[in-house]
């Protein structure tokens, strides 16, 4: 790999991405290949919508997903093609919680040995990023919840995912 750019060269279009509306996704097409790293893993996941109706699949919305080594990126499928509609998650802002779901506020931990179905879903996992802007000083977190055929696709995705991200931390860190 070349160089790092400096920080804010070039890349500040790709950090704005928000899961609000992430219907319309964010278009990676200016992001070059070569720039996201080796391909790790690839994969279709499903993806949670956050706005679905009352008797709508909340995890009908099929991506196809390839882990790189500096991003996940998700395209929508229809119909079992691509559809061009992609999200960029950029793993230095992304990553899976410890216990691969962030824990839901109103879960008391302190009841031992009491496991909701929901957050036992061994095919599912969360993807969290925690920004801190500049303007408010607000953490915001966003959650993108995803799901897998089974669970030791699930636990492969985390596992590399989690791995991608320490290796582009620790490169990060040294330059």
């Keep these: 790999?070349?160089?790092?750019?400096?920080?804010?060269?070039?890349?500040?279009?790709?950090?704005?991405?928000?899961?609000?509306?992430?219907?319309?996704?964010?278009?990676?097409g200016y992001v070059k290949q070569d720039e996201l790293g080796d391909v790790i893993m690839t994969g279709v996941l499903r993806k949670k919508k956050a706005e679905h109706g009352l008797f709508e699949d909340p995890w009908k919305q099929k991506l196809q997903c390839t882990l790189y080594a500096t991003s996940l990126v998700c395209e929508l499928m229809h119909d079992g093609k691509l559809s061009g509609v992609r999200d960029l998650?950029?793993?230095?802002?992304?990553?899976?919680?410890?216990?691969?779901?962030?824990?839901?506020?109103?879960s008391s931990s302190s009841i031992v040995g009491?496991?909701?179905?929901?957050?036992?879903?061994?095919?599912r996992f969360d993807l969290i990023s925690k920004t801190t802007p500049e303007?408010?000083?607000?953490?915001?977190?966003?959650?993108?919840?995803?799901?897998?055929?089974?669970?030791?696709e699930a636990s492969a995705w985390?596992?590399?995912?989690?791995?991608?991200?320490?290796?582009?931390m620790a490169g990060m860190q040294q330059k």
């Excluded at 704005?16 to 990676?28: I, T």
């Excluded at 009491?114 to 095919?123: A, E, R, S």
């Excluded at 408010?136 to 055929?149: D, E, I, K």
């Design 114 to 123: 009491v496991k909701t179905p929901l957050k036992n879903d061994p095919t």
């Design 1 to 28: 790999g070349g160089e790092m750019p400096p920080e804010g060269a070039g890349g500040g279009q790709v950090r704005r991405h928000s899961v609000a509306g992430v219907e319309g996704g964010v278009d990676v």
């Design 135 to 152: 303007s408010s000083g607000w953490v915001s977190v966003q959650v993108v919840s995803f799901r897998s055929n089974n669970a030791e």
């Design 158 to 168: 985390i596992q590399k995912i989690t791995d991608a991200r320490d290796s582009l």
């Design 89 to 106: 998650f950029p793993l230095e802002e992304w990553q899976v919680p410890p216990d691969r779901r962030l824990p839901s506020l109103n």
